[in-house]
């Protein structure tokens, strides 16, 4: 989004929560991507990637590899 839409990563994370906040639209699950949302914030990743580590964790997952050097930080997440 960042680069597709030329926006600020805070300019993002204002239109994620607020489509979060539609009560209309319906979500496998809010809560985690309410998590993810705050992984985004705190970090230099993509959402998709904070949503990804998310999963990985509450699927029981220790460690997710990746390449993406953005991921830093987080706590589920290895570089290779």
């Known amino acids: 989004l960042e680069t597709a839409y030329e926006l600020r990563r805070h300019e993002v994370a204002a239109a994620l929560q607020q489509i979060l906040a539609v009560r209309h639209l ?28 998310r999963l990985s964790s509450r699927a029981g997952c220790t460690t997710t590899w990746t390449l993406d050097r953005g991921t830093r930080g987080l706590p589920w997440f290895r570089l290779l």
């Open 26 to 53: 319906e979500f496998e699950d809010k809560d985690l991507l309410r998590l993810a949302l705050e992984d985004y914030r705190g970090s230099r990743a993509d959402f998709a990637d904070c949503v990804i580590g």
